[in-house]
DNA sequence: GTGAACCGGGG
DNA sequence: GTGTACGGTTCAC
């Protein structure tokens, strides 16, 4: 048996003789002989749990179904603790086919986590997380599914499941482009229009442009036609051991229309590890740009998340971040840049090469904290720069659930969503500011007011009092922590203006899970004072950022109508306090002789009038 | 005032 | 792929 250390960069599984077979797409990290592995798990089977009325007559019933084990198990529903039936079938597309038929019968009650997409119920339960260090114990094998083992690919099989290993530091091979097509007729048409120009820059020193015309310019790489443009890119890709590649809005323009013109030339964008082609994920009503291993991501869609503006091209992206005006050909204009010749290709050249510099300048900046995410959060790092917050949240929850031991509430269908939606939230108070210049102004506000409540309040679905639904609840488990079983209102926090009423004890899942993330975040920023090592410090200070982003998430995401563990109780009875305090406060204020000027959800300012 | 329709980025 | 976006603004009535 051999041992392999790799850098896990991408996970997804194919199927063999009627069975799925996980694929983990690692990489060695040494600089010497540094090998691509593609490793193999023939042993993990896709499972569902079933809700029994009557656990005899439900086995029977799915028994029908021909799955491939039936098991019963206890797990904890909202902490009670509960039992279920695992229900495990051959392949991942049994699942949807077979749930609903499992759901019809009058034996079941309910079925839960029907809906956790294989690979990625592979990374929870093996506990290993994408971009960073695992362990692999197992053997090479000449070939698999047309893969062949060679000098720099290596096709490993699993005797045992992946271990996790410690992170260490890692430097990204990162490479961005940029198209430039010839559009004389308004927006580029892929049938007609040909790229003209290709940009390509890298963090390990490459910055050219590939081209049909120079322009007399050094950082030109002059080539013949169309054709060997996409060529070249291909090249440069494949001889530089890129790690990921990324572009602006590269899903959506330049992926497309790259894919499109290499057709004309009968070329492959085989840039996947094993050889396989770009492929186009269904995203929504959108679609994404994606390679086995070959790590893509569109910057576009990740500025959208990381800061706030009013537009997202990248002149305004680069300008807020590096406070630099970017030199710009207006797109209407490239096509007569081009036929112009002289001054004006220069100018073009010269853009498509900043384009494409600024593009890797972002994605430097901004990278190093979707890492960082990708490793809390535990999900692979195309999917994480591609996810909201709020599901980024999500599955970081469902990775603690599984911990916990803890079933995972269902995603909400449709109907609930929209009735979800229908429900408004007062949210935090607002003091409109007093017209007027004001002078000698104080300014009060909370640390983290939301999280703060949510842990102080322990407002979780979990101990919620919801009248009579979950008595069994409150006999079973509050009153366990209470010292004389009998349970009075002292024993509840109890929500202003909706006296919502939540168990002090035992501690709810989200309070404690935003609690860990709030005393890891401590525990790094005292790493961070401690630490003499610039580097260590800056990797530290991104991870410290990733937990706050992640911890300032989860206050918000109770009344998000998507949200597995959504609760509109607790969403409300976080503002309501929150309304509480800082009307408390301003009135305390106000017996000192402050007169507030202007407040809002979690911090006012105020005039000391004596 | 309200719900439907549209739009973003890219050239 | 055991997943089908999303939030803001303008339009039409």
């Given at each position: 048996m051999e041992k392999r250390e790799?850098?896990?960069?991408?996970?997804?599984?194919?199927?063999?003789?009627?069975?799925?077979?996980?694929?983990?797409?690692?990489?060695?990290?040494?600089?010497?002989?540094?090998?691509?592995?593609?490793?193999?798990?023939?042993?993990?089977?896709?499972?569902?749990?079933?809700?029994?009325?009557?656990?005899?007559?439900?086995?029977?019933?799915?028994?029908?179904?021909?799955?491939?084990?039936?098991?019963?198990?206890?797990?904890?529903?909202?902490?009670?603790?509960?039992?279920?039936?695992?229900?495990?079938f051959n392949h991942p597309q049994d699942v949807p086919r077979l749930r609903d038929e499992i759901r019809k019968f009058e034996s079941v009650k309910d079925i839960r986590e029907y809906d956790i997409p294989f690979y990625r119920r592979y990374l929870i339960n093996n506990d290993i997380f994408p971009m960073s260090m695992i362990e692999l114990n197992g053997e090479v094998v000449s070939s698999f599914l047309n893969i062949e083992t060679t000098n720099d690919l290596e096709i490993f099989k699993l005797n045992s499941p992946p271990r996790p290993l410690e992170i260490g530091n890692i430097d990204f091979k990162i490479l961005s482009f940029d198209l430039e097509v010839r559009n004389p007729d308004g927006m580029p048409n892929s049938k007609k229009d040909e790229i003209i120009i290709l940009g390509i820059s890298t963090n390990t020193g490459i910055n050219k442009v590939v081209s049909t015309k120079t322009g007399n310019l050094d950082f030109v790489e002059k080539v013949d036609s169309e054709e060997e443009i996409i060529k070249s890119f291909i090249k440069t890709v494949k001889e530089n051991d890129v790690d990921i590649v990324?572009?602006?809005?590269?899903?959506?323009?330049?992926?497309?229309?790259?894919?499109?013109?290499?057709?004309?030339?009968?070329?492959?964008?085989?840039?996947?590890?094993?050889?396989?082609?770009?492929?186009?994920?269904?995203?929504?009503?959108?679609?994404?740009?994606?390679?086995?291993?070959?790590?893509?991501?569109?910057?576009?869609?990740?500025?959208?998340?990381?800061?706030?503006?009013?537009?997202?091209?990248?002149?305004?992206?680069?300008?807020e971040l590096f406070d630099e005006?970017?030199?710009?050909?207006?797109?209407?204009?490239?096509?007569?840049?081009?036929?112009?010749?002289?001054?004006?290709?220069?100018?073009?050249?010269?853009?498509?090469?900043?384009?494409?510099?600024?593009?890797?300048?972002?994605?430097?900046?901004?990278?190093?904290?979707?890492?960082?995410?990708?490793?809390?959060?535990?999900?692979?790092f195309f999917d994480i720069t591609r996810m909201a917050t709020g599901q980024q949240a999500e599955w970081y929850l469902v990775r603690k659930a599984y911990e916990?031991?803890?079933?995972?509430?269902?995603?909400?269908?449709?109907?609930?969503?929209?009735?979800?939606?229908?429900?408004?939230?007062?949210?935090?108070?607002?003091?409109?500011?007093?017209?007027?210049?004001?002078?000698?102004?104080?300014?009060?506000?909370?640390?983290?007011?939301?999280?703060?409540i949510i842990i102080s309040k322990n407002i979780s679905p979990d101990v919620l009092?919801?009248?009579?639904?979950?008595?069994?609840?409150?006999?079973?488990?509050?009153?366990?922590?209470?010292?004389?079983?009998?349970?009075?209102?002292?024993?509840?926090?109890?929500?202003?203006?909706?006296?919502?009423?939540?168990?002090?004890?035992?501690?709810?899942?989200?309070?404690?899970?935003?609690?860990?993330?709030?005393?890891?975040r401590i525990k790094i920023k005292n790493q961070i004072k401690n630490s003499e090592d610039e580097t260590e410090k800056k990797v530290l200070n991104v991870q410290q950022q990733a937990l706050k982003r992640?911890?300032?998430?989860?206050?918000?995401?109770?009344?998000?109508?998507?949200?597995?563990?959504y609760s509109f109780e607790c969403a409300e009875s976080i503002t309501a306090w929150g309304r509480d305090y800082i009307q408390?406060?301003?009135?305390?204020?106000?017996?000192?002789g402050f007169k507030t000027i202007y407040a809002d959800t979690d911090g006012f300012y105020a005039k000391y009038t004596g």
């Amino acid at each position: 048996m051999e041992k392999r250390e790799v850098i896990l960069f991408d996970v997804d599984y194919v199927t063999y003789n009627e069975k799925p077979v996980i694929r983990l797409f690692g990489k060695e990290k040494e600089e010497d002989n540094k090998k691509t592995v593609i490793a193999l798990d023939f042993d993990f089977q896709p499972y569902i749990y079933v809700v029994a009325n009557d656990i005899e007559m439900a086995k029977k019933e799915i028994n029908e179904l021909d799955p491939e084990s039936i098991e019963l198990v206890n797990k904890k529903d909202f902490q009670v603790e509960s039992q279920f039936l695992k229900v495990t079938f051959n392949h991942p597309q049994d699942v949807p086919r077979l749930r609903d038929e499992i759901r019809k019968f009058e034996s079941v009650k309910d079925i839960r986590e029907y809906d956790i997409p294989f690979y990625r119920r592979y990374l929870i339960n093996n506990d290993i997380f994408p971009m960073s260090m695992i362990e692999l114990n197992g053997e090479v094998v000449s070939s698999f599914l047309n893969i062949e083992t060679t000098n720099d690919l290596e096709i490993f099989k699993l005797n045992s499941p992946p271990r996790p290993l410690e992170i260490g530091n890692i430097d990204f091979k990162i490479l961005s482009f940029d198209l430039e097509v010839r559009n004389p007729d308004g927006m580029p048409n892929s049938k007609k229009d040909e790229i003209i120009i290709l940009g390509i820059s890298t963090n390990t020193g490459i910055n050219k442009v590939v081209s049909t015309k120079t322009g007399n310019l050094d950082f030109v790489e002059k080539v013949d036609s169309e054709e060997e443009i996409i060529k070249s890119f291909i090249k440069t890709v494949k001889e530089n051991d890129v790690d990921i590649v990324v572009g602006y809005n590269s899903d959506n323009f330049d992926f497309p229309y790259l894919k499109d013109r290499a057709k004309i030339y009968n070329i492959d964008l085989d840039l996947s590890w094993e050889g396989s082609k770009l492929n186009f994920l269904n995203r929504g009503y959108s679609k994404a740009a994606a390679f086995k291993g070959l790590i893509h991501i569109d910057l576009y869609l990740l500025m959208r998340r990381y800061i706030s503006l009013n537009r997202y091209t990248l002149e305004r992206v680069y300008f807020e971040l590096f406070d630099e005006e970017k030199f710009d050909v207006p797109g209407d204009k490239i096509w007569e840049y081009w036929d112009n010749e002289g001054q004006e290709l220069k100018d073009l050249l010269h853009y498509a090469l900043d384009d494409v510099t600024s593009t890797l300048k972002i994605a430097e900046m901004t990278l190093p904290l979707s890492l960082e995410l990708t490793r809390i959060v535990g999900q692979p790092f195309f999917d994480i720069t591609r996810m909201a917050t709020g599901q980024q949240a999500e599955w970081y929850l469902v990775r603690k659930a599984y911990e916990y031991n803890e079933i995972i509430p269902n995603k909400p269908t449709g109907g609930q969503v929209s009735s979800r939606e229908k429900n408004e939230n007062v949210g935090g108070y607002v003091k409109e500011p007093e017209k007027g210049l004001h002078e000698n102004l104080v300014q009060f506000d909370f640390r983290s007011l939301y999280p703060s409540i949510i842990i102080s309040k322990n407002i979780s679905p979990d101990v919620l009092l919801k009248k009579l639904s979950n008595e069994e609840y409150v006999k079973n488990i509050v009153s366990e922590q209470v010292e004389d079983g009998n349970l009075g209102l002292d024993d509840f926090n109890i929500a202003p203006s909706y006296n919502h009423k939540f168990g002090k004890k035992p501690l709810g899942f989200i309070p404690s899970v935003i609690g860990n993330i709030l005393s890891e975040r401590i525990k790094i920023k005292n790493q961070i004072k401690n630490s003499e090592d610039e580097t260590e410090k800056k990797v530290l200070n991104v991870q410290q950022q990733a937990l706050k982003r992640l911890a300032n998430t989860m206050y918000g995401i109770y009344g998000f109508s998507r949200f597995r563990w959504y609760s509109f109780e607790c969403a409300e009875s976080i503002t309501a306090w929150g309304r509480d305090y800082i009307q408390d406060t301003i009135k305390k204020a106000e017996g000192y002789g402050f007169k507030t000027i202007y407040a809002d959800t979690d911090g006012f300012y105020a005039k000391y009038t004596g």
